[in-house]
Structures are given as C-alpha cells and as structure tokens.
C-alpha cells in the first residue's frame, strides 16, 4: 500500500459524500412532485391512473408483470436477432440457453455476460434488448428501494405508493437526464457513439487486426450510472472505447455509488431522521473503506514467492538479497495500475455493478477473495440502485431485533414495533441468497460439466466456481475468470440464481415495508434503542460481518484462504 492509493481512496470518498445529498433532495423532488405536464398525457395515452394508492402485494404484481414481460422480449430478440435490422456484421441469433441466460441476467440488473459482445451482439441487441433493459431494471431496484422507505415512513397506510408512477419517474426524470450528460462527458474523452460497421486494417507487422465499433456511451452511461456493468466489449472498462483514461475511469467509479448513496439520504429524510440516515451512510462506508484497503494491500504486496525478476522463489531460500515480494501487476490495464484496479474492483462488487477494469481470475489470494466477500455480503455497501438500501434495511432490522433482545424489550425501528413478521421476512430474503450461492456451489462441484469448464484446479477453481454462483446470486455480474461459462449447464444454473437473488430477496423486504407501513408510530422512551450513532454503527457491522463471516467462512477457507497460506509456502496448484 502507497500514499497513492490512500489518497485517490480518500478523494474518492469525499466525491462520494458530496454528491450524497444533491442526489437525495433530487430524487425527493421527482418522487413527491404532485405531478409533471408530459407524464399526464403518457398515463391517460397508457390508461393507467398513477394515483391509484396499492399495497405491497399490488405494488409487487405489477413489479414481476413488467419484469417478465421485458424479459420475454429480450428473449425474442436476442434469439432472432440475426431477423432484425441494425446487424451490419450479421451475427446470427442466440442459442436458446444463451439468450436465456442473457435476457435473465440483464432483467435482475445482473448484466452477466457468457459472451464476448463485440462479435455476438448486433446493434440492435445492444441498444434494444440490453440498455432498455439497463434502465427499466435500474429504475425497478430504486421502486422497489422507494417503496419500502415509504412503508418505514407510513403513519397508519398499508400503501406503498404506485409502482407504475415511480416507474416512469425514476426512468424520465432521473436516470434519462443524468445518463445523456455522462455520455456527453465520456464522449468528450474518447468513448465511441456511431453505427459504423467494423473495420479491418494491416498492421505493420502484416497482421490483419479488426476494430469493433458502435454505440458504446450511451450504453457505459446507464451500465455505470444504473449500477448494471455490462460491457459493450467484453474487456468491459478495460477497454479504451469504454474507459479512455483515468479520469474518465474514475468518474465511471463515483457514478457507480452514486444513486446508492443519494437513496441513503433519502431514507432519512423521508424517515424524518437524518441522523439514522448519515448513520447508515457511515456504516456502509467503514465497511467498503475496510475491505479496500486489504484489496490494496494484497495486490500491492503482490506474491511472496516470487522473485523481483519474476521467477520462483525457494520456501527456502533465507537469502536477504532476495526481496520477498513484488506488486502483483498481472491482469492489470496498465493504464490505471494497481491502485486505480483495486478501487475500481472494490467499488463494483459492493455497488451490485460488475463492471471490470481488471481480471480479478489473477489477483491474489486475498485480494481476489475481497470482491468476492463483498457480493458475499449482500452488495449492500453501497449496494445496486435501491437493491442496496434494501438490502441494508434488511440487516437494520436484524440489527434491532438482537438489541431488543439483549435489553429485554421489544425492538423497534423508526418508532415502529418489530414483530415476528418482520424478522421472518428478513430471514427468508437472507436464507434464499444463501441457500442458492452455497446449494448451486455444492451442486457444481460434484457436476462434470461444470469442473469441465474450470480453468484452474484447487483453492483456485473454487474460488472460480463459487465466484460464478455468488455473482449470479448477488446480481453482480462479474467474473473471476478462468471459467467457460457458456455452456448449457451454466447458462441455465447461473439463469435461475440470478432470478432468485433478485426476487426471492426483494419481494420479502417489499413485504416487510408493507407490514410496516400499517403500524402506529410510538413515541420514544429512555430505553429506544437508538438508530444512530457510533453504538448503532457498530452494532449493524458487527451483524453484517458476523453472518457474513459464520455463513461462508468456511467456504472461502477451503478457497480463497487454503490459496493464500499455499501461495506462502510456494506452492502452486
């Protein structure tokens, strides 16, 4: 670790900060406005009356409708694409699996991607099946954030708002606007916007080289802002169509934790309780700064075993001419370094983005193992757009819930008692993410097909296995690497995760701000239990990282950990 990186980590942060509350007085103002002149004439045109109140049962129906049915359209068009206009290499259309896979995963803001986009992907697919698909399940996950804070406000209400309403809000209003002047920016540095057809040129060396070209700002726009991450190449940000340089680079990375951390403010103002809100803020920040600094750590440490000029060295050799450790610069863009990869693959795995600027397949033990801990974590530091502050809500209400029983009184949170119901719905949404990162993970081990397709053995093709099934799950999107995913068994196993982890997770936290919303609120007394302060901060991280910690402890020791003490002894497997 160097001062560099201490101090792009610290600007970073303070970016972050500033931004926080801009984004949340914005996103008020477009969620509580009484009404904008041009969506009047869309819901008349569309039939819907957008102040019809709906509870969490209502709200959640028209969520999975929509859901759905864009995903059966991405479905159609990704399988008979090579039938659609704007194809000028003329790829032919997906396979059933891989279009499957596709549509699913860009339907749960997965953005997984089993595929090299560049040469399978048209046009037309990019910009119709994949970036509407960037927007609307964007603007899904900040609804669904939405309503939940609504139902934590309520005063005596079982409704959480009117999802068709905030639906078209968040997607004119909010991500429209902000992504047309990001691409404007990324224009201005160098990120491609045309329909040009792919051109080939001569090297000197005599080689032939084809450059892929098309609308590539437009979609990093929404990839980044709308914390989806797929790439329109499949070296994602490493590319420089995508990411032309470090300025460029690092405003991608604030824009990721952007609307996640404006929603945090929300949360206290709509709450009334600012304090809880900056309280939630801090806790998410300790935990990403924490997990940061041992990513840049471990790449800066680098492997022990190797030598300065890049051979093995001996476990026994003792000679003190011989520097025990070098950077770890392997699948690094040398363009942004170790400092600028570390960040950039600690921000996109806690945000639920999954946007790559490096190969994390060839990080070290350790700092591999922290974008994996942190979609372990649930991405809710700072999480996706709205799936991270539910997913956080998830924890404060656990959180409560152990401190009303460590004082012995019923646990409450915003002056809302927590009952049985709620704790039980927060389980559920825990107990699903687990059961499908461990159940999927346990499955493939034993799977042929699915060891066929590792590209390490060992700790380190766990670590690729269980990678794969904890992206999926936590709708990240990234890949560790080393591992052929398009195959029919991961296609359709990774297919099905991603639904899960989406759904299964938020459909209970809507239950819970529906059980909420209908409970009176109780005036405070000397023993609330405070959701503010150093002590609640604490105390939600010490719950986040002790389920964390007790859930895949022993996983990530059999992968990620047993890799690191071999790379120590220099052993390689």
Known sequence: MNTHSLIELIVFMVAVLCLTKPLGLYLQFVLDRDYFPFEKTLFKFAKINPQEPQRWTEYARDLMGLSLVSFLLSYLILR?????????????GLSPELAFNTAISFTTNTDWQ?????????????MVALVIHNFFSASVGICAAVAVIRGLAAKDSDSLGNFWRDFVRVNLFILLPCCFLFALFLVSQGVIQNFSAYTEITTLEGAKQTFAWGPVASQVAI????TNGGGFFNANAAHPFENPNALSNFVQMVSIFALPSGLVYLLGKKTGNLKHGWSVWAAMALIFV??????????????????????????????????????????????????????????????????????????????GAVPLFNIMLGE????????????????????VFISGLMVGRTPEYLGKRIEGREVKYAMLALIVSVLSILGF???????????????????????????????????NGSAFGG????IPYWNIVLGIAMFFGRFFMMIPILAIGGSLSTKKIHAQGEGTFPIHGALFVGLLIGVILIVGA????????????????????????
């Not at 502050?389 to 924890?395: C, H, K, P, T, W």
């Not at 591992?483 to 398009?486: Q, S, V, W």
Request: hydrophobic share 45%; net charge negative.
């Open 80 to 92: 008979f694409q090579n039938l659609l206009p704007l194809n000028p290499q003329h790829f032919a």
């Open 114 to 126: 089993a595929y090299s986009g560049e040469s399978t992907l048209s046009y037309f697919s990019q």
């Open 223 to 226: 990839k980044m802002f709308g």
């Open 290 to 367: 924490g997990t940061t600094l041992v990513a840049f750590q471990a790449e800066t440490a680098g492997n022990s075993s190797l030598t300065p000029s890049g051979a093995l060295r001996s476990p026994f050799t003792q000679s003190s001419e011989l520097k025990p450790q070098i950077e770890n610069l392997e699948g690094k863009e040398t363009r942004f370094g170790i400092a600028d990869s570390a960040l950039f693959a600690s921000v996109t795995t806690a945000a639920s983005c999954g946007a790559v600027n490096s190969m994390h397949d060839s990080y070290t033990p350790l700092g």
């Open 380 to 399: 809710i530091v700072f999480g996706g757009v709205g799936s991270g502050l539910y997913g956080m809500i998830m924890f404060i209400i656990l959180t």
């Open 441 to 475: 993970s346990a499955w493939a081990a034993v799977a042929p097909q699915a060891l066929a397709s590792l590209g390490n053995a060992g700790p380190h093709g766990l670590s690729e296995l269980i990678y794969a099934t904890t992206s999926a799950t936590g709708n």
């Open 483 to 486: 591992l052929n995913a398009n």
């Open 550 to 573: 007790l859930t895949y402890f022993p996983v990530l020791s059999l992968a990620a950990i047993a890799e690191h003490f071999e790379m120590l002894r220099g052993h390689f497997l």
